[in-house]
Each structure stands twice: as structure tokens, then as C-alpha cells.
């Protein structure tokens, strides 16, 4: 079983930035995705970037390329969300995920088994 736990969310002014951080605890992370989903109110959790643990391989959603980097610390356990260039429209909770096994094909929630608590991301115009 693996314990994740978001930090690094808060308020921060349209076009700033902000880092996400992932902690992660448990089993040993080789062979395995971690995700970045997010979910604004009143909408489904929508993916933002995967990663894979091992070769550090990234994937991102349309809207967060070029904005948004996915990266890991494997000595800390810790996988990040760099944002920049923040818009409204980036408000969510954001969550980190992840999954052993699986496929660089995985999108959906349904296909991640670990999951953290979220953080909070709210930008304001």
C-alpha cells in the first residue's frame, strides 16, 4: 500500500506560479505511474499530467502543456507539479495518484488505486 499526501496549494494571482508536492510512503515506487488529476466544483476530476516512476517519462493533458511540468525526487519520494502562467480557470483541488502496473494510456480516475487528500489551487484574475 502506498500513502500519498498534496501540499503546496493556495492563492496565487493569475499569471503566477506555484509548485505542488506529492509525498509519497510505502512500498517501493519502481514500476510505478503517478498522476496529477485535478476537479473544480461541480465538475468531474479531470487528468493533468503522469509520470512514470522509474525512467521519469512524462505525459500531459492539452491544456497543461507548456505550462505545467511533472517531476519526481526519487531520494525524497516526492513527486512535483510546477505551474506557471496560471489562469481562473485552473482552480481546483488537485490531487496526486498513483498506480502499479497499467499503461501510458491511463486518463481516467478509474484507473489509479492510491490516492491523496487534494490541495487547494485557487487563482484569482
Known amino acids: 500500500q502506498v500513502q500519498l499526501a498534496e501540499s503546496g496549494g493556495g492563492l496565487v494571482q493569475a499569471g503566477g506560479s506555484l509548485r505542488l508536492s506529492c509525498a509519497a510512503s510505502?512500498?517501493?515506487?519502481?514500476?510505478?505511474?503517478m498522476g496529477w488529476f485535478r476537479q473544480a466544483p461541480g465538475q468531474e476530476r479531470e487528468f493533468v499530467a503522469l509520470?512514470?516512476?522509474?525512467?521519469?517519462?512524462?505525459v500531459y493533458a492539452e491544456f497543461a502543456k507548456g505550462r505545467f511540468t511533472i517531476s519526481r525526487d526519487t531520494a525524497k519520494k516526492t513527486v512535483y507539479l510546477q505551474m506557471n502562467s496560471l489562469e481562473s480557470e485552473d482552480t481546483a483541488v488537485y490531487y496526486c495518484?498513483?498506480?502499479?502496473?497499467?499503461?501510458?494510456?491511463?486518463?481516467?480516475?478509474?484507473?489509479?488505486?492510491?490516492w491523496g487528500k487534494g490541495t487547494q489551487v485557487t487563482v484569482c484574475s
Open positions: 509520470l512514470g516512476w522509474t525512467v521519469g517519462t512524462t
Open positions: 495518484a498513483a498506480r502499479y502496473g497499467g499503461s501510458w494510456y491511463m486518463r481516467s480516475p478509474a484507473d489509479f488505486g492510491s
Open positions: 510505502g512500498r517501493t515506487f519502481s514500476g510505478a505511474f
